[in-house]
């Protein structure tokens, strides 16, 4: 059973910066895609940021220009670069793993961590 742990999250100024770590249990190249994803209160949960097994990326138009999606291989991370923080930032963010063979379609989810951006 895969498991991802997040890390990272926490309180910060508006137009501050925060680095997401998730940690994975096996290596991050062994899934089709990986993800963050953002859950603000009283709304639905929304992708943040993906990065395929190619290398590609794909960033939500809110963030893009701010966040940085990446991948450490070696440590088999995930991080979420988040610059240029804005109160609408806030949520809790989680990562989430797809390998379509092993975890199917919806994938693998981390706990989550709290982002928290004050104005």
């Known amino acids: 059973q895969v498991q991802l742990v997040e890390s990272g999250g926490g309180l910060v100024q508006d137009g501050g910066s925060l680095t997401l770590s998730c940690a994975a249990s096996?290596?991050?190249?062994?899934?089709?895609?990986v993800s963050w994803y953002r859950q603000a209160p009283g709304k639905e949960r929304e992708l943040v940021a993906r990065?395929?097994?190619?290398?590609?990326?794909t960033y939500a138009e809110s963030v893009k220009g701010r966040f940085t999606i990446s991948r450490d291989n070696a440590l088999n991370t995930l991080n979420l670069q988040m610059n240029s923080l804005e109160p609408e930032d806030t949520a809790v963010y989680y990562c989430n793993a797809v390998n379509y063979a092993t975890t199917g379609s919806q994938g693998v989810w981390g706990q989550g961590t709290q982002v928290t951006v004050s104005s």
């Open positions: 096996r290596s991050i190249f062994s899934f089709n895609f």
């Open positions: 990065i395929y097994h190619s290398g590609s990326t």
